[in-house]
């Protein structure tokens, strides 16, 4: 499925941005979702996961809190709302995507998916 990510920009520390992650023409709803990023010398890590249904949800212990995922599939569209920022958080923002018959099942590693968006870049200035 061909994802699109967007919603990143420039913000300062302790703002907050809305990420937004597409499928056009797809049904999502089919799919769970995950955020990863990486950041300039970095490798890639887990952000968070949905499951199909949304009723699951994870984040990584790095934004624990300061992260929230949610899905509304008849919009095909998954969030990432991110607050209090942190210049840490700079990165480029990948949502990726698998088709898997669980609605409960979430997936917090990059291998697990088979699709994968263009990125969206989110600055956090200090």
């Known amino acids: 499925v061909q994802l699109q990510a967007s919603g990143g920009g420039l913000v300062q520390a302790g703002g907050s941005l809305r990420l937004s992650c597409v499928a056009p023409g797809r049904t999502l709803s089919r799919f769970a979702v995950g955020w990863f990023r990486q950041a300039p010398g970095r490798e890639r890590e887990f952000v968070a996961a949905?499951?199909?249904?949304?009723?699951?949800?994870n984040s990584a212990d790095s934004v624990k809190g300061r992260v929230t995922i949610s899905r509304d599939n008849a919009k095909n569209t998954v969030y990432l709302q991110m607050s209090s920022l942190k210049p840490e958080d700079t990165a480029v923002y990948y949502c990726?995507?698998?088709?898997?018959?669980?609605?409960?099942?979430?997936?917090?590693?990059?291998?697990?998916?088979?699709?994968w968006g263009q990125g969206t870049k989110v600055t956090v200035s200090s």
């Open positions: 990726a995507a698998v088709a898997i018959s669980s609605q409960s099942i979430l997936l917090r590693f990059a291998h697990q998916y088979d699709d």
């Open positions: 949905i499951s199909r249904s949304g009723i699951m949800t």
